[in-house]
């Protein structure tokens, strides 16, 4: 499965969730949006962020998620690996695993 699929999969199982508990969802939402308000820190860069931290965690479907909104909002592939090289330094062996998904999530949208 591709990142795109896989990308609309997370965004269908999301979707089914917020139809469930709308009320946790939104709440969730109102996280997200105060997060990435505007500020010193651009949106690609928050979005990198986000992925450097998910590949910490080992969340696949997080990694694809905000390896879209990071390349919507105009990350290049080179402040990636840059991103993607710390989160190795920070998350070892299973970081390196991780990174690699991340950069063909990345590359695959």
Known sequence: MNAKQKLAEMNARAAALYKADGKTMSAFRGLMVAANREGKVGPAMKEMIAIAVAIGRGCEDCIVFHASEA???????EELLEVLAVAIEMSGGPGTVYAAKALAAFDEL
């Open 71 to 77: 390349k919507a909002h105009g990350a290049s592939r």
